[in-house]
Antibody
Framework: QVQLVESGGGVVQPGGSLRLSCAAS????????MHWVRQAPGKGLEGVAV????????YYSGSVQGRFTISRDNSKNTLDLQMNSLRAEDTAIYYC??????????????WGQGTQVTVSS | DIVMTQSPDSLAVSLGERATINCKSS????????????LGWYQQKPGQPPKLLIY???TRESGVPDRFSGSGSGTDFSLTISSLQAEDVAVYFC?????????FGQGTKLEIK
């Protein structure tokens, strides 16, 4: 059974860094496109980053481009999101999401429970 | 980026009645080579992550009750719940995956009248 468990969230000061991790079970993460999607308090959903199964395609939203990096550790079956130069507007629940196929243009089949990131001084 | 606009922002419907949520994209999400609309619908209940209901605009995900249906093509789409049940109270989002970054509608809050 597919399971995605995010970790690494917490409280960080503006300008700081955090690294989120998503542990996958029940499937091989490297066979699928994978996403990070965030949801600010009481707000809608924003696609933050996406990574293709072969690693050749990575895309970021304009609001995080140059500050966030998505990556995968195939040996651990995990997906990571390195977040630098954090801002108050990055405060959100961050979800790890599995695509239905290996590319970056797939619908999002399965979502983890999310991890809370709070940027505040 | 493709802008997804849902209407209405909130909706109150009586139990057993029909509920319809609309979604409009700022450009077509119909891919001409495979004739598929890159449009999905998600349901989010309080304290839970979103759950996929509909993909390719009109295909129900496995396990989703058949009272949920999706329709539309190009830029205009709808999600219909044919007979509202108490457990359908949630926020519903449309989602385009035709281009990156993927974008979502602002959400429609569905309540019982």
């Amino acid at each position: 059974q597919v399971q995605l468990v995010e970790s690494g969230g917490g409280v960080v000061q503006p300008g700081g860094s955090l690294r989120l991790s998503c542990a996958a079970s029940g499937f091989t993460l490297s066979n699928y496109g994978m996403h990070w999607v965030r949801q600010a308090p009481g707000k809608g959903l924003e696609g933050v980053a996406v990574l293709s199964s072969d690693g050749n395609e990575k895309y970021y939203s304009g609001s995080v481009q140059g500050r966030f990096t998505i990556s995968r550790d195939n040996s651990k079956n995990t997906l990571d999101l390195q977040m630098n130069s954090l801002r108050a507007e990055d405060t959100a629940i961050y979800y790890c999401v599995k695509s239905y196929y290996e590319g970056v243009y797939g619908y999002q089949v399965y979502w983890g429970q999310g991890t809370q990131v709070t940027v505040s001084s | 980026d493709i802008v997804m606009t849902q209407s209405p922002d909130s909706l109150a419907v009586s139990l057993g009645e029909r509920a319809t949520i609309n979604c409009k994209s700022s450009q077509s999400v119909l891919y001409s080579s495979n004739k598929k609309n890159y449009l999905g619908w998600y349901q989010q209940k309080p304290g839970q992550p979103p759950k996929l209901l509909i993909y390719w605009a009109s295909t129900r995900e496995s396990g989703v009750p058949d009272r949920f249906s999706g329709s539309g093509s190009g830029t205009d789409f709808s999600l219909t719940i044919s007979s509202l049940q108490a457990e359908d109270v949630a926020v519903y989002f449309c989602h385009q995956h035709y281009t990156t970054p993927h974008t979502f509608g602002q959400g429609t809050k569905l309540e019982i009248k």
